[in-house]
């Protein structure tokens, strides 16, 4: 079970997390039990969407051109397994550098 009050914390919803304390210190727990999955399921709409505004936002900040993923990437110039095993990152444990290498002639 989710800790709510620790979610609304990490949130930064510190008044929220205080309403939610007096209510379970008030003894409304079977009207906290029907509301809990609402809230639970709130907070991890905002935890996503948050997360998602922050990508945008860094993104934006980096100035990149354009947003490209895996999936778009051209692999006709490159070793399609290359490309599969730097998406999974592993060269990460065993902390090796990638470097990619393009320019105007490779964006399309």
């Known amino acids: 079970?989710?800790?709510?009050?620790?979610?609304l914390k990490q949130l930064r919803l510190h008044?929220?997390?205080?309403?939610w304390a007096d209510l379970a210190e008030?003894?409304?727990d079977?009207?906290?039990?029907?509301a809990r999955w609402l809230v639970e399921h709130?907070?991890?709409a905002e935890g996503v969407d948050r997360g998602m505004r922050s990508?945008?936002?860094?993104?934006?900040?980096?100035?990149?051109?354009?947003h490209r993923?895996?999936?778009?990437?051209?692999?006709?110039?490159?070793d399609r397994k290359l490309v599969t095993q730097l998406a999974e990152t592993s060269f990460?444990?065993?902390?090796?550098?990638?470097?990619?290498?393009?320019?105007?002639?490779?964006?399309?």
Do not use: C
């Open 26 to 28: 008030q003894g409304g």
């Open 1 to 7: 079970m989710r800790d709510v009050i620790v979610e």
């Open 55 to 66: 990508v945008k936002h860094q993104m934006h900040v980096a100035k990149f051109p354009v």
């Open 30 to 34: 079977a009207g906290l039990d029907n």
């Open 69 to 78: 993923d895996l999936a778009g990437f051209e692999v006709s110039q490159v």
């Open 15 to 19: 008044g929220m997390a205080g309403a």
């Open 42 to 44: 709130l907070l991890q």
């Open 92 to 108: 990460t444990e065993v902390a090796h550098n990638v470097v990619l290498v393009g320019g105007p002639e490779y964006a399309t």
